[in-house]
């Protein structure tokens, strides 16, 4: 017999500790010749979906496995419970988490679907019995379990191979024997690795001889590792860093063999026990398992009797087409009549029912939730509940989202108020039952920044030069390492482009591009199943202490489960908080909900148009504020076009100026055949959205809508020439079968083609748009309410809350500075709606403690003094002091002068009076009656304060990372009118392609992809008018890259572009640091940042000083 | 079967049909301390002596000149101190790859120890240098 399959394979799915990349492996495998290939990876399936895939479609027999770790199977108890002599040394850490050290390895591998499931079983049990205990698999637990799996005696990490090599044979035929028994007999192999290092003979023979004593049969293994020889220095950089320690890392490998050997050299290496080579076949023989991809699994929905999924799902749809259509349109029956019926056809009504079960509950409990994505194109959704854009009025196709020709998994994800998500995924949990529910994983890779580290720590370099050598580098692929450093203008003098130091390294982290570091679990996806859900895939403990499956989202969408994006929405909170608000102060009948709103208000299209759009859903960003000037919406769905325009693929496709250009009449709209002008219309000719690609197809070349969107995925899709070459040939035609001219239905072709690529999901938009209006009407009618509310749900949208504030500022609403005896935790709105209290939990230092004892004691009586506000909320040293610092204990007591005292004062007592409290206690009123304070002489006396405005905006700024007092250029204004600045509410004055200077304080810098992959920055600045877009162009970015990435505020030169084709915008070519000081010369701080007072340095504060800090600011 | 087979099956009793006539000539000798060189349950001294100060193995790193047979990818015979050494048997063979990372202490070795002149020697081939060296007398 000749041949060898690889019964025992790592890649890097083992998280560390494999650094082989399965399609190299299947690759190699295939060119090997080999007939199967194993897959078993530490402690679980990872991979083993897509491992699957990926083989079966290279014609090579996968077979699933997992190296476990289990319990100690020769002796009882712990292994420090046994004499030292017979003690084995317990594997290295790596790979296996929280089992590190508790057992010893085992190889398992799967022999049908009875085997997987068990495995799936004992992995899951291994994993979530308790969050507190090891990962480990207990002998009574494989023994129940064994049915369907293949054991192997594991490597020298297993407890008969440490034995063997401790030469304690006693140990190791006990544990083999034990070992066997767990598994069905001719089912436990004795498995056998000749790594070339001077134990291995001894190992082999070791082995041999127990397996011959105990008449079981052998293997031979590889343990690979790495798919070529060349490959061991990333295991060992990855099993260093895996373990934390510098290489050699924890196994201290002596040589680089565990590669993915071909049959003749494995043959080779146990030459005179060929059957250990021959049983690797037939083991792979006997491994045969059919996942049985393909099919489709539901959970299972609870019906009436006498009802099924479909006449429950058809009943509710009927009802809610009363609800929704009034009057009930010839159209609209015709849809839902068409859409159950393919819905039935496709047997996906349990699906529907499942999603309108959750939403259902959401709803019952008052929870804002939407549905977003292609689930808008379907009538069914929107009569559900489940989506709230009109599929008819907006001309939404529901071949978009079902495609009767493709019978894929519907994907419906809504998103729900963020703070009460968990609400509904306990209702989940809850309904479904807790066996019945995991999350979705996602296995995190490594960026650039990720691989520098890794190797950096494995290389043994110190913490501060693995900081120094990750920092500043973007957040880009690490296989484009070496071309950011060698293009990037902020990588110019990156400590990496030291090739001879760091060469290696560059060129290892180059190498671990996308190698999975660790599982991670997804923002929102839920996975159901009818069956326990362990009987489908492992579970573990995720680190936000969930459970959380370790497939991802196409695995399970493999496997033909179902999974349910249960996102959380923060501007579903602040529309809900907004609302909440505006009826405390105006009633509640008076404030409509805003969801339910006719969106056709002109003051709300005015103000979109107008660009004031900070704060409102998808409209706020620098672009879609560009975009509005030019576009002027007017109504809803010039909103959908803007939320579609203004994505990657339209604008690498530059559909915008086109689209502009026909809108305002400049350019004439021009199709290629009269048919797609009726398709077309909404968007002037051009293909914007992707059901317009559908209507097109329909249009000119009849194709039916499902065979006109398998037309639009396959044009999306990457085609080998001839699969578009047979896509062209049957549109045209088809087309020229309906009387279409050739050179029509080839341009008609062309541009299809063009843009279907590009197009975006109009229904995704549509969703998107009602949340949109909503907060834009909110924005117009109730925008204190409406700031406040978007203030308390940060993080959240495109700007910092420093900028919504100023715009609040802006628009005229006061900003009120935090006070104990007036703030409360959450921003609250004041003077009948024309003021905003700032709230105390953007405080630095603040906790929730401290901000309920305040609104607690706030409920009893106003705070006297410093002394009584430490007395009777007993706040933290910490928090008192950055309270003291923002002013929010401005004004109360007094001093020996007769004045409340400063903060200056205040923060000197402020130890005294924590150690009097720490003393005496906090019983009494007296305890704290000291002295009154002892005058100083304030810096400046006329402010309560006592400290100059330079000082109280730079406080603010670090401690909430708002400037309250004014904007920080405001205190440079002299200097800057000085050096001929203009401001940004002038610039609308001035002429197009005019000579500008302006300053303003970074808001964003963005720099998105480009069609001619050039890199541009698009800036975002804030000065104290308004906001300054700045574009920086490639070859002002090299000059300019460092500048903008290490300082805050900026001077720029640059010739302004104002005209209604491009908006307005700066074209910088010249960007230098400002640093921004008061008349006095006072420098600002502009970032947040860790204070250190009277009461030292805090630990772990918000956010480390920057490189503009004061270092920086005092340099110049 | 594994490669003690020759000593388990030895039967003092039969005069014939041994499959080891043990211990009659040098032919018969060189296979059964082959079997004991290699069974798992005997451990050298030189293993149990890693350190380099440890007497029971003899380490160094000397040039030794090396006859190679690529058909048995196996040293032959070596020259060391103007010695001829034909090598009876190869007993062992292992590599080594060691601090990569670092081009000073870099080592990349294919190793082979081999019976010859009744002593067992390492050999090994330095892939870096492209040199063979003795890198140890054992036992």
Not at chain 1, 997 to 1022: D, H, N, W, Y
Not at chain 1, 1055 to 1067: C, D, T
Request: proline share 5%; with cysteine; aromatic share 8%.
């Amino acid at each position: 017999m000749s041949g060898f399959v690889h019964l025992h394979v790592h890649s890097r799915f083992s998280f560390m500790d494999g650094a082989a990349d399965l399609d190299a492996l299947i690759g190699r495998a295939v060119e090997l010749g080999m007939p199967a290939l194993a897959l078993t990876d530490h402690q679980g399936l990872y991979g083993a979906i897509r491992f699957y895939q990926k083989a079966r479609a290279a014609g090579l027999r996968p077979i699933l496995g997992a190296e476990v770790v289990v319990e100690t199977a020769a002796v009882l108890g712990e292994e420090g419970d046994l004499p030292p002599r017979e003690r084995l040394r317990l594997p290295a850490s790596v790979g296996f988490g929280r089992a590190a050290g508790r057992g010893y390895h085992l190889t398992l591998l799967v022999k049908d679907i009875t085997g997987y499931r068990n495995l799936c079983g004992l992995l899951s049990r291994a994993h979530i019995r308790s969050a507190d205990e090891p990962s480990v698999v207990s002998l009574a637990d494989l023994a129940r379990h064994s049915e369907g799996i293949i054991g192997l005696s594991g490597c020298p990490c297993g407890e008969v191979g440490a034995a063997v090599l401790s030469g304690l044979a006693w140990r190791a035929s006990e544990a083999l024997q034990r070992l066997a028994r767990c598994f069905a007999p001719g089912d436990f192999y004795v498995e056998l690795m000749n790594l070339l290092t001077p134990d291995s003979p001894r190992y082999v023979s070791g082995l041999v001889a127990l397996a011959e004593r105990l008449a079981l049969p052998v293997v031979a293994t590889n343990d690979v590792h790495y798919v070529e020889r060349r490959d061991f220095r990333l295991h060992d950089v990855l099993s260093a860093a895996g373990a934390g320690t510098g290489l050699p890392g924890p196994y201290s490998r002596e040589n680089a063999e565990l590669w993915l050997k071909p049959a003749g050299e494995m043959r080779k290496l146990f030459a005179d026990l060929p059957q250990a080579c021959d049983a690797t076949l037939e083991i792979a023989s006997r491994c045969d398992l059919d996942l049985g991809l393909g099919g489709f699994h539901f959970p299972s929905v609870t019906v009436p009797k006498g009802e099924t999924p479909y006449s429950v799902l058809a009943k509710r749809a009927w009802q809610g087409l009363e609800r929704r259509y009034r009057p009930l349109t010839p159209a609209a029956v015709a849809r839902l009549q068409h859409e159950l019926a393919v819905i039935q056809e496709l047997g996906f009504a349990e699906y529907f029912l499942v999603v309108e079960d959750i939403v259902d509950f959401a709803k019952s409990r008052g929870i804002r939730c939407s549905g977003r994505g292609s689930a808008g194109d379907s009538i069914v959704t929107y009569l559900l509940g489940i989506t709230d854009a009109d599929p008819i009025a907006y001309d939404l196709l529901f071949e978009r989202f079902l495609n009767p020709e493709r019978r894929q998994m519907p994907d419906i994800d809504v998103d729900f108020d963020s703070r009460r998500r968990d609400e509904v995924i306990e209702y989940i949990y809850q309904h479904f039952g807790n066996d019945h529910v995991a999350m979705v994983a996602t296995v995190q890779t490594m960026t650039a920044r990720g691989a520098v580290r890794t190797v950096a720590r494995a290389f043994g370099l110190s913490p501060h030069e693995v900081n120094t050598l990750s920092r500043h580098l973007p957040w880009v692929s690490a296989h484009r390492l070496r071309e950011v450093l060698d293009t990037y203008p902020e990588c110019v003098n990156h400590p990496l482009k030291d090739r001879e130091r760091y060469g290696l390294l560059t060129e290892l982290a180059q190498e671990l591009s996308g190698c999975p570091m660790h599982l991670g679990t997804h923002l929102g996806g839920f996975i159901i199943t009818r069956e326990p859900i362990d009987t489908w895939m492992p579970l573990q403990w995720a680190a936000k202490g969930v459970v959380v499956s370790q497939y991802d989202k196409d695995d399970i969408e493999a496997l033909g489960l179902v999974k349910m994006d249960i996102l959380g929405l923060r501007m579903h909170s602040a529309i809900s908080d907004a609302v909440e608000l505006a009826r405390a102060r105006v009633g509640a009948g008076a404030v409509p909900e805003p969801f339910d709103l006719t969106p056709d208000d002109p003051r709300v299209y005015e103000r979109i148009a107008s660009a004031d759009t900070v704060g409102m859903f998808q409209l706020e960003s620098s672009g879609q504020r560009n975009l509005a000037m030019r576009l002027l919406q007017r109504d809803f769905s010039d909103i959908i076009a803007a939320i579609s325009l203004f994505r990657p693929g339209p604008l690498e496709a530059e559909m915008i100026t086109p689209f502009i250009r026909r809108r305002h009449g400049i350019e004439a709209v021009s199709v290629p055949h009269p048919s797609m002008a009726a398709a077309l219309h909404d968007s002037y000719g051009v293909i914007l959205y992707q059901e317009q690609v559908l209507r097109v197809a329909q249009a000119v070349a009849g194709f039916t809508l499902a065979e006109a969107d398998s037309l639009r995925r396959a044009m999306t899709k990457d085609r080998s020439r001839e699969e578009m070459e047979a896509i062209h040939g049957r549109f045209v035609d088809r087309a020229v079968a309906l009387g279409v001219s050739r050179d029509a239905a080839e341009e008609t072709f062309r541009q299809l083609q063009g843009f279907a690529a590009y197009g975006f999901c109009k229904a995704h938009a549509a969703c998107f748009a009602v949340v949109s209006y909503a907060s834009a009407w909110l924005k117009c009618y109730y925008p204190a309410e409406f700031t406040a509310a978007v203030l308390n749900n940060e993080p959240m949208g495109f700007y910092t809350p420093r900028l919504v504030v100023n715009d609040a500022r802006r628009h005229g609403i006061g900003i009120l500075p935090p006070h104990v005896n007036t703030s409360k935790g959450a921003y609250t709105v004041e003077d009948e709606g024309r003021s905003i209290r700032v709230g105390l939990r953007d405080v630095h230092e603040m906790t929730q403690r401290l901000i309920a004892a305040i609104e607690r004691e706030q409920a009893v009586r106003p705070f006297r003094d410093l002394a009584d506000f430490l007395r009777r909320t007993r706040a933290e040293a910490p928090a008192a002091e950055s309270l003291i610092r923002v002013g929010a204990l401005d004004g109360l007591g007094s001093t020996d002068a007769g004045r409340p005292p400063t903060r200056d004062e205040m923060l000197a007592l402020l130890p005294e009076m924590k150690a009097v409290i720490a003393r005496e206690g906090v019983v009494g009123d007296d305890v704290l009656v000291l002295a009154p304070a002892r005058a100083k002489v304030p810096e400046d006396p006329a402010h309560v304060s006592g400290w100059t405005i330079a000082r109280r905006l730079s406080s603010e700024l670090e401690l909430i990372g708002l400037s309250l007092t004014c904007h920080p250029l405001e205190l440079a204004r002299t200097d800057l009118e000085r050096r001929g600045v203009t401001w940004a509410k002038d610039l609308a004055h001035c002429e197009d392609r005019t000579r500008v200077r302006v300053a303003g304080v970074r808001e964003r810098a963005q720099t998105p992809r480009t069609r001619s992959g050039k890199r541009t920055c698009f800036l975002t600045l804030e000065d104290p008018t308004g906001l300054l877009d700045v574009v920086v162009f490639e070859d002002v970015l090299a000059r300019a890259g460092e500048t903008i990435v290490t300082h805050r505020a900026y001077l720029i030169e640059g010739v302004l572009q104002n005209n209604h084709e491009r908006g307005i915008a700066i074209i910088a070519d010249r960007v230098e640091p400002y640093i921004v000081r008061t008349a006095s010369g006072t420098p600002v701080r502009l970032r947040r940042g860790v204070p250190s007072g009277p009461m030292g340095p805090a630990i772990g504060g918000l956010g480390a000083p920057e490189e503009e800090s004061w270092t920086a600011a005092y340099s110049e | 079967m594994g490669r003690n087979r020759a000593i388990k099956e030895f039967d003092p009793a039969r005069q014939k049909g041994q499959p080891l006539d043990l211990f009659t000539g040098r032919e018969s000798r060189l296979p059964v301390v082959l079997e004991l060189l290699k069974s798992p349950w005997i451990v050298r001294g030189s293993q149990v002596a890693k350190s380099s100060t440890a007497s029971a193995g003899k380490r160094r790193e000397e040039a030794v000149e090396v006859v190679w047979d690529g058909r048995k990818a196996s040293p032959v015979e070596f020259v060391w101190h103007d010695r001829r050494y034909r090598v009876d048997a190869l007993v062992q063979t292992w590599t080594v790859e060691r601090s990569w990372w670092d081009l000073r202490r870099h080592q990349s070795r294919r190793c082979f120890r081999v019976l010859a002149r009744g002593g067992l020697y390492d050999l090994a081939y330095d892939r870096l240098a492209d040199v063979w060296l003795l890198t140890g007398i054992v036992d």
